[in-house]
């Protein structure tokens, strides 16, 4: 999936001179965290997030009374708290990619430019809603870990097993095992009426199946 797929195409943008009184009564009344700062031409100049808001509310200036402050935030604009320094992204970026630039330079929100052009936004929410639904997180499926060895085949031998059952696989997530290298977790969600007979079935053929956390992998480690 790419970033064109998922990001926000309804842009609220503002002005470099944008008092920072306004631009905190924007994010409240749009709902969102995230402000793009355009010029008069159009061209994405910064971006301000409301954590840098946060922060200016947050400063020693908090010592005045409201009204002096509310006075003195007037007359600030957001081109002196905003970020210049923008990462952006394609509409053509991965999901996957997007999620870790934005992990690496620990930020919430990516600008996305086609041709030049400001044609939408990103964020970790919209990254987080892919995962959510990739997991396939609802209350009518049976969610399970099954712990196999990193070699080919692998994932036709489990999908065979719950094929031979009849199981239909609701979603399928795969993630290294960091601590135990070669191995890999495989995440998986069936229907909740068909969830214990998956496990039974997995499990009479060798494969060692999680359904809770454990401190300790050890014993439930291929071979083990």
Do not use: C
């Not at 840098?52 to 020693?60: E, G, I, R, T």
């Not at 601590?179 to 009426?193: D, N």
């Amino acid at each position: 999936m790419h970033v064109g797929i998922i990001m926000r195409k309804e842009l609220v943008t503002i002005a470099p001179d944008t008092s920072l009184v306004k631009a905190r009564e924007l994010l409240a009344e749009k709902l969102i965290e995230h402000l793009l700062v355009v010029d008069r031409g159009g061209k994405l100049v910064g971006i301000v997030s409301d954590r840098d808001l946060k922060q200016v509310w947050a400063s020693p200036a908090t010592t005045l009374s409201a009204h002096e402050l509310n006075y003195l935030l007037k007359q600030l604009s957001v081109d002196m708290i905003m970020v210049q320094k923008i990462i952006t992204v394609t509409p053509g970026t991965t999901i996957e990619r997007a999620g870790r630039i934005m992990q690496e330079n620990r930020i919430s929100a990516l600008p996305v430019m086609a041709n030049q052009k400001l044609v939408g936004i990103v964020t970790t929410t919209d990254v987080m809603g892919v995962l959510l639904d990739a997991l396939g997180i609802d209350g009518e499926s049976t969610r399970f870990v099954v712990l196999v060895e990193d070699r080919i085949g692998m994932m036709a031998e489990v999908s065979r097993i719950l094929k031979e059952q009849q199981i239909n696989i609701r979603s399928l997530v795969t993630w290294p095992e960091k601590a135990y290298p070669g191995i890999y977790q495989i995440v998986m969600r069936v229907g909740a009426a068909n969830g214990e007979k998956a496990i039974s079935g997995l499990t009479n053929d060798g494969f060692k199946v999680l359904t809770e956390y454990v401190d300790d992998l050890t014993p439930y480690l291929p071979g083990q």
